[in-house]
T-cell receptor, first 117, second 113 residues
Framework: AQKITQTQPGMFVQEKEAVTLDCTYDTSDPSYGLFWYKQPSSGEMIFLIYQGSYDQQNATEGRYSLNFQKARKSANLVISASQLGDSAMYFC??????????????FGQGTRLTINP | DVKVTQSSRYLVKRTGEKVFLECVQDMDHENMFWYRQDPGLGLRLIYF???????EKGDIPEGYSVSREKKERFSLILESASTNQTSMYLC????????????FGPGTRLTVT
């Protein structure tokens, strides 16, 4: 079974600095996908970025990029030029095939990011 | 705009009560999911459904059941609520063979006293 580990329970960063949130994963499947979600205090889960295991380049979406190091089984999220609105809980997740083509997400423990003005 | 809605944002119930959490999606998605979120544990899958009337247990199904009578609606049922079921409950949906993201509802924070 897949496993996701996020070792940083909390991170504090000054506004406008870049921040890296760590994520390591474990799987025996050669084909897999990795996701990052943001959860503000309001509670909804917001999809940020996706990386497929066969993607040649690291995924990027605006200020978000995924530092994918396959050999090390890590998929760190990098947020450039952090903003106060980036303060939230961040979850790393991996998809796992279950049944009838459906896929579930296996989540890490989450990292609470706080951006200081 | 994609939409997953949950019937309540906050809910307070007493031990032993039967509790229904409702989730509705308007994207014609085949797959629907119920997750539970607890501090330090992330999100864990309780049940999922890949079609109407079809359901499968997730990682922590004990104490829960589900119902999916219509494609757009997926209900989570706590037959006899207990204090250890106090948690945040998140519903999600996705296309059947989607390799990409699931769409989440706003969550229901349930307190069982």
């Amino acid at each position: 079974a897949q496993k996701i580990t996020q070792t940083q329970p909390g991170m504090f960063v000054q506004e406008k600095e870049a921040v890296t949130l760590d994520c390591t994963y474990d799987t025996s499947d050669p084909s897999y996908g990795l996701f990052w979600y943001k959860q503000p205090s309001s509670g909804e889960m917001i999809f940020l970025i996706y990386q497929g295991s066969y993607d040649q380049q690291n995924a990027t979406e605006g200020r978000y990029s995924l530092n994918f190091q396959k050999a090390r089984k890590s998929a760190n999220l990098v947020i450039s030029a952090s903003q106060l609105g980036d303060s939230a809980m961040y979850f790393c997740a991996m998809r796992e095939y279950i049944i009838q083509g459906a896929q579930k997400l296996v989540f890490g423990q989450g990292t609470r990011l706080t951006i200081n003005p | 705009d994609v939409k997953v809605t949950q019937s309540s944002r906050y809910l307070v119930k007493r031990t032993g009560e039967k509790v229904f959490l409702e989730c509705v999606q308007d994207m014609d998605h085949e797959n629907m999911f119920w997750y539970r979120q607890d501090p330090g544990l992330g999100l864990r899958l309780i049940y999922f459904s890949y079609d109407v009337k079809m359901k499968e247990k997730g990682d922590i199904p004990e104490g829960y059941s589900v119902s999916r009578e219509k494609k757009e609606r997926f209900s989570l049922i706590l037959e006899s609520a207990s204090t250890n079921q106090t948690s945040m409950y998140l519903c999600a949906s996705s296309l059947r063979h989607s390799a990409y993201e699931q769409y989440f509802g706003p969550g229901t924070r349930l307190t069982v006293t």
